[in-house]
């Protein structure tokens, strides 16, 4: 079978890192086996739907690169069909008007556990005159025999002398001696007793269609064959089953996604990476790194493998390995990850992610420390900087060094500074103006000379000439830094920080 799937999300929020995580592996599926994908967007809540959180989804979608098939469906737009649907329902018997007010279904509730409302077998034969049916006399053999004598309501009154002009809603009468399963792909087979079940509101009073009608009749108009979603959604299927079971429409192949958890296993919050993907891409990891993490969270491969590139996660991905336990969000391997992502992505690709970043805090610098924009140098800085970092904020961060005149000193560089002679430091100057070649395997064979002659260790020449040049430790060896940006600017910044210091 061609998978035919569906990223089904409600625009309440962020794309959230299950909801990326469901859509990936809807994608994946569909695209091994050549099917098509859909993006429907589960507007019906219009109090909590929001254009932003559409907006999110849809460039959440993007940027971690998940294309669809056709254009994005709003469920909005088929509210008339879902009602059509209901009515159909009611047509055929297996729905049915319920005139119970929110007082009658909650004291319902508190006696039997759930809702089976009188109405679900009243035989209204004229649809359209429906005050002539009331039950507020009736005595309990009546009621009993409309409940197919297996309920008894006897202390609720129901007061509706006229129900032309009582509001309803409409419920699917529930086949209650029948028990509904599902073959679920990752959780296996798992049955449900329908007397577990109540009559489940298909069309509220105000005559909205609800979630459960909605998304049935929107998935088999889409001809959806495979249901890929969320554990949270579990229950929800031996609901929907009743209305494909009841309109006699094919029922879809189901599999349902455990949760992520926190690292120690429990419920995941903000602290955790309960977080929107789009804040994901603005604390620097890229789309790569979030789809190879993603597919690997809760899917174990080969056993062996971690790192697959687009192809290989189509072609690797199985559906059915899936784990059915939770899986267990862990930053510190989303940060190895995303290193690994970094080092291997094209310098001018990674040029094109931090310059921004790097604009904008030097706008935001104290004008004292001067800086200049060097496009050239900045790639070269990349290259060596690349290999140390774990996101593109970090590698932003160090690549700030090549643009100053004059660098700011953190403490520990202040330290080392504290203990300086202008001699040695002169001395250093001489050796570095007479460098013919200057490189980083050149810099550090006049550093050996400079530590033989003065009886200094290598390291301490190396720390003073940090302090001097870059003014921290986060950063590439100062060699290398002093290769990125040159012979000049290396002196002058000795020359500068040295001056700060004596004035």
């Not at 990891?285 to 192809?311: A, F």
């Not at 550090?444 to 020449?461: L, P, V, Y």
């Not at 000439?465 to 290398?480: C, H, M, N, Q, Y």
């Not at 830094?481 to 012979?487: D, F, L, S």
Request: glycine share 6%; aromatic share 8%.
């Amino acid at each position: 079978m061609i998978p035919i799937t569906r990223f089904a999300p409600s625009p309440t929020g962020y794309l959230h890192i299950g909801g990326a995580r469901t859509a990936l592996y809807n994608w994946l599926h569909t695209r091994k086996f050549g099917g098509k994908f859909y993006l429907r967007i589960e507007d019906t809540d219009k109090i909590r739907s929001t254009q932003s959180a559409i907006d999110a989804i849809i460039n959440g979608l993007n940027w971690l690169g998940l294309d669809w098939d056709g254009d994005i469906i709003l469920q909005s737009k088929n509210v008339f069909r879902h009602k059509e649907v209901a009515e159909e329902l009611i047509r055929i018997g297996k729905a049915y008007r319920c005139y119970m007010t929110q007082e009658e279904i909650n004291e319902m509730r508190e006696k039997f556990g759930k809702v089976i409302s009188p109405w679900r077998n009243i035989n209204i034969a004229d649809a359209d005159n429906i005050h002539v049916h009331s039950i507020l006399n009736m005595n309990e053999e009546e009621t009993n025999e409309m409940h197919n004598n297996r309920y008894q309501y006897k202390d609720l009154q129901y007061q509706y002398k006229d129900l032309e002009y009582k509001q309803y809603t409409i419920r699917l009468k529930v086949d209650l001696n029948s028990i509904s399963g599902i073959n679920d792909i990752i959780k296996g087979r798992v049955e449900v007793n329908n007397n577990e079940l109540d009559d489940m509101i298909l069309v509220r009073s105000d005559g909205t269609p609800t979630y459960m009608l909605a998304v049935v009749v929107d998935d088999h108009d889409a001809g959806i064959n495979t249901i890929i979603r969320g554990d949270d959604h579990f229950t929800n299927t031996f609901r929907q089953l009743q209305i494909y079971n009841a309109m006699g429409w094919n029922i879809p192949q189901y599999a349902h996604i455990p949760m992520i958890n926190a690292e120690d296993g429990k419920k995941m919050s903000k602290r955790h990476g309960a977080i929107g993907i789009d804040q994901y891409k603005n604390m620097g990891y890229l789309p790569d790194t979030m789809i190879n993490y993603l597919l690997r969270l809760g899917w174990g491969g080969d056993g062996m493998t971690e790192i697959y590139s687009r192809d290989e996660s189509i072609s690797s991905f199985e559906l059915h390995k899936v784990s059915s336990s939770p899986a267990r969000f862990d930053i510190q391997k989303l940060n190895n990850l995303n290193g690994h992502y970094i080092r291997k992505t094209d310098n001018k690709l990674l040029f094109s992610l931090i310059y921004p970043l790097i604009i904008e805090k030097l706008n935001l610098i104290d004008i004292k420390y001067n800086f200049e924009l060097d496009e050239k140098m900045l790639l070269k800085g990349i290259d060596i900087s690349k290999q140390r970092v774990s996101t593109i904020l970090e590698l932003s961060d160090i690549c700030m060094i090549y643009f100053y005149k004059k660098n700011p000193i953190d403490d520990k560089c202040q330290q080392v500074l504290s203990k300086i002679t202008v001699g040695l430091v002169d001395d250093i100057k001489k050796y570095l103006l007479n460098l013919k070649e200057w490189n980083c395997l050149k810099i550090n064979d006049t550093i050996e000379i400079i530590a033989e002659q003065k009886s200094i260790k290598k390291n301490e020449i190396m720390s003073l000439l940090r302090a001097l040049i870059i003014g921290t430790f986060k950063s590439p060896s100062v060699s290398e830094v002093m290769e990125v940006i040159g012979k000049e600017k290396s002196i002058n910044r000795i020359i500068q920080t040295m001056d700060s210091i004596i004035t």
